[in-house]
């Protein structure tokens, strides 16, 4: 009998730039029907722990998981991280700084908005948003919370995004530095929603050759964003590189308003047989 379980391998929780706590998170994806979820915060593994803890409570199977944030050829390129652990220490020592930049960072843009004449404060960022950790994308829903830009796309296309006036730089590893680290930590790499970069065939192709040899073994061809040509294209890439299928949502909760859980902007589908084959790999049973 065929296998109709239904999975998300791309997750975020409000211990990066999600909505939902992780406890809360799990059990929305068990509301969703969901089988599995891959927890997936951007730079930091700090709400695996309370994860592990809700999905044990309900039956619902966590991936152990990361997004790691670097650059190729001056883009901004995401690296999934499944099943590593958390206690390596390298790993550990580079996540650390990446979140103790990122609230120096946090002042300085709040900073710049204050120069631009928007009533903000990272007091008031805390408030609105308690145990929380403040991103870029909590700035943005602040500024249209309280109604002084017109929308989130604004935020970021005029004032945080990269390359805008407000934005501060943050430091970056490359992609095969990530593949290293996930690999060396004991998990599995994953190249995050190839098609978002804003890289040509040959670019794409040339750095997804370099994180293979580095140890990089799936792509994420199944995404929210996706058209139906996209995913086909990424299948495709990823058979000529003898890469696994990797599928994800993108759920950041309000954050991403038309994103859900497991089935992404409605038509997202994501089997079971994705998540078995990394598990293969991995040799879990």
Known sequence: MADTR????????SAS????????????????????????DHDTMDGIAQAQQAASALGLELVPGVELS????????????????ADYPPLKQKLEEFQN???????RMVERLQEEGFAITMDRLAAQFPDSVITRAHIARYLCDTKQVADIKTVFGEYIGEHCRCYIERPKITP??????????GGLAVLAHPVLYSLTDSALRQM???????GMCGLEAVYSENTPDDEQRMRGLAADFGLLISGGSDFHGSNKPDIRLGTGKGGLHIPYALLAAFKDLKKIS
């Open 17 to 40: 730039d999600g909505t939902f706590s992780p406890a809360a998170l799990v059990k929305e994806a068990k509301k969703a029907g969901l089988s599995a979820m891959a927890l997936t």
């Open 101 to 107: 930049f990122r609230a120096t960072r946090n002042v």
């Open 208 to 214: 997804v050759q370099e994180m293979k040899e580095a």
């Open 70 to 85: 670097t650059e190729y050829l001056d883009c901004e390129v995401h690296v999934l991280g499944y099943y590593l652990s």
């Open 6 to 13: 239904m999975i998300d391998l791309h997750v975020h929780s």
């Open 176 to 185: 095969v530095e990530a593949t290293c680290l996930i690999r060396d930590a």
